[in-house]
T-cell receptor, first 111, second 115 residues
């Protein structure tokens, strides 16, 4: 079983819809990162969370440490949000340099 | 700032050939990383470096070598290319060691095919 599981694997939405992508992990963590991989391949960091909730524009990330679960929400989705969204965790028992990545969720937002 | 740059963008190798993937960053970051991304799989750490002259293995180091002679550059060497090394390679950097608080900045990737 992977340490980091994302769901769904693929998600198709209509423009304007509210999107939720989930990430569950099986180890104790120091922090959790959400990243976005554009269709061209480039990867950018969206959020780093160790507790609670963070918001940036239309993106909201939440984490529940007790339940070992995080969600990434996109409000008023737009075709430019189409990308792969990747969850990565920092294992609290491991080296701080090392991120363990989920396989990603492919989001397609249709106009 | 250019951020993290990688060359080449694409490369096709024959089995047994060697090549070096170049990575450079202009953000004065101490920490640099090489990842590979296989289809349908999460990114895996190949090697990392905590500063010039210091490197260490990640999860999947076999078949690769690295060096870090300067803060800016972190090349990845494939000595005897094998089909299993067909992948997309990403270089990344961060200011400090603590991934807890340090954002990693990724390069655009190198798509390598070994035939």
């Amino acid at each position: 079983k992977n340490e980091v599981e994302q769901s769904p694997q693929n998600l198709t939405a209509q423009e304007g819809e509210f999107i939720t992508i989930n990430c569950s992990y099986s180890v104790g963590i120091s922090a959790l990162h959400w990243l976005q991989q554009h269709p061209g391949g480039g990867i950018v960091s969206l959020f780093m969370l160790s507790s609670g909730k963070k918001k940036h524009g239309r993106l909201i990330a939440t984490i529940n440490i007790q339940e070992k679960h995080s969600s990434l929400h996109i409000t008023a989705s737009h075709p430019r949000d189409s990308a792969v969204y990747i969850c990565a965790v920092v294992n609290s028992g491991g080296s701080n340099y090392k991120l363990t990545f989920g396989k990603g969720t492919l989001l397609t937002v249709n106009p | 700032n250019a951020g993290v740059t990688q060359t080449p963008k694409f490369r096709i190798l024959k089995i047994g050939q060697s090549m070096t993937l170049q990575c450079a960053q202009d953000m004065n970051h101490n920490y640099m990383y090489w990842y590979r991304q296989d289809p349908g799989m999460g990114l895996k750490l190949i090697y990392y470096s905590v500063g010039a002259g210091i490197t260490d293995k990640g999860e999947v180091p076999n078949g690769y070598n690295v060096s870090r002679s300067t803060t800016e550059d972190f090349p990845l060497r494939l000595e005897l290319a094998a089909p299993s090394q067909t992948s997309v390679y990403f270089c990344a950097s961060s200011y400090g060691i603590r991934s807890v608080t340090d954002t990693q900045y990724f390069g655009p990737g190198t798509r390598l095919t070994v035939l």
